[in-house]
């Protein structure tokens, strides 16, 4: 089992940065792969960054290419989502989660935890 708090979410102005940690409880965290996700109202959860257990692939959305960074420390049992140049359409509620395999994937429907969720607010 493990469990997923979101924390770093807010408001920014556009051309902003923020850092979104997630802490992870359990033991095991270092052989869960990472992902972040994020929704708006009305949509479907997005696919935003993920990273494989060990650090060594991450995988981005055409949209945050460039712009977000996901990274983890296993010894903190901490995954970040560095974001840069935000824009008004970043706005969304971000989601951690994790899932019990070796590859990053982009589907939600993959991942096993979830977090509660971050609000993001860019202005424009």
């Known amino acids: 089992q493990v469990q997923l708090v979101e924390s770093g979410g807010g408001l920014v102005q556009t051309g902003g940065s923020l850092r979104l940690s997630c802490a992870a409880s359990?033991?095991?965290?270092?052989?869960?792969?990472m992902g972040w996700f994020r929704q708006t109202s009305g949509k479907e959860r997005e696919f935003v960054a993920a990273?494989?257990?060990?650090?060594?692939?991450?995988v981005y959305a055409d949209s945050v290419k460039g712009r977000f960074t996901i990274s983890r420390d296993n010894a903190k049992n901490t995954v970040y989502l560095q974001m840069n140049s935000l824009k008004p359409e970043d706005t969304a509620v971000y989601y951690c989660?994790?899932?019990?395999?070796?590859?990053?994937?982009?589907?939600?429907?993959?991942?096993?935890?979830w977090g509660q969720g971050t609000q993001v607010t860019v202005s424009s």
């Open positions: 989660a994790a899932r019990a395999g070796t590859i990053a994937t982009t589907r939600p429907g993959t991942y096993d935890y």
């Open positions: 359990g033991r095991t965290f270092s052989s869960y792969t």
């Open positions: 990273m494989d257990w060990r650090g060594g692939r991450t």
